[in-house]
């Protein structure tokens, strides 16, 4: 089973829709993180939590919210969906001095 | 912020050797991680340098100059499966610890 876990793996939805995407993870870290990828600018980081009770902002948090429920989950939302969010969005999950581990991704699109 | 450099894209023969250089201004340097992401998937974990030099890994080398904020990630032995992006990534612990990814490098493989 994948340590990191993503849902949907795709999404196409509307402009002005809500969308939710989920990570869990069975690595037992505490800090998770939400990027998104764009051709040509690499990973951006949105969000980002080093435990339940802590939430911080990346450098691209306009337009995004976030929500730990757990140490093992996640999620991202989208509160009124527009196209130039259109990207591949990963969670990824470290401890405090190692690498980060990636999930599969979310592709989204805007219409 | 961070401001990290990597070619777009490079081209190689099967066989022969590629080196992706990469370069970086940090004010609390903490590590520099490579990671391999073949199309549409997720990055995976190549190396890591925090001391300056050579860090082997079997066909991959990852080097380190802290004074210079340079690093290399050396390929040996190219193999078709090779084809990927390859991302440069460094951890400032003037930032949280979080890692700020360069846009990447497309090695393209050809036989």
């Known amino acids: 089973d994948a340590d990191v876990t993503q849902t949907p793996r795709n999404r196409i939805t509307k402009t002005g829709k809500r969308i939710m995407l989920e990570c869990s993870q069975t690595?037992?870290?505490?800090?998770m993180y939400w990027y998104r990828q764009d051709p040509g600018l690499g990973l951006r980081l949105i969000y980002y939590?080093?435990?339940?009770?802590?939430?911080n902002k990346g450098e691209i948090s306009d337009g995004y919210s976030v929500s730990r429920q757990a140490q093992a989950k996640f999620s991202l939302s989208l509160e009124s969906a527009i196209p130039n969010q259109t990207a591949l969005y990963f969670c990824a999950t470290s401890d405090t001095h190692n690498e980060q581990f990636f999930g599969p991704g979310t592709r989204l699109t805007v219409l | 912020g961070q401001n990290i450099d990597q070619p777009t894209e490079m081209t190689a023969t099967e066989g022969a050797i590629v080196q992706i250089n990469c370069t970086y201004q940090?004010?609390?340097?903490?590590?520099l991680f490579w990671y391999q992401q073949h199309a549409g998937e997720a990055p995976t974990f190549l190396s890591y340098n925090v001391l300056d030099g050579l860090e082997e890994k079997g066909r991959f080398s990852s080097f380190l100059s802290r004074s210079k904020g340079y690093s290399y990630l050396l390929l040996k032995e190219l193999q078709m499966k090779d084809s990927a992006s390859y991302l440069c990534a460094v951890r400032d612990r003037s930032n949280d610890y979080k890692l700020s990814f360069g846009a990447g490098t497309t090695v393209t493989v050809r036989a």
């Open positions: 940090t004010s609390g340097f903490n590590g």
């Open positions: 939590s080093f435990d339940v009770k802590d939430i």
């Open positions: 690595k037992g870290h505490d800090r």
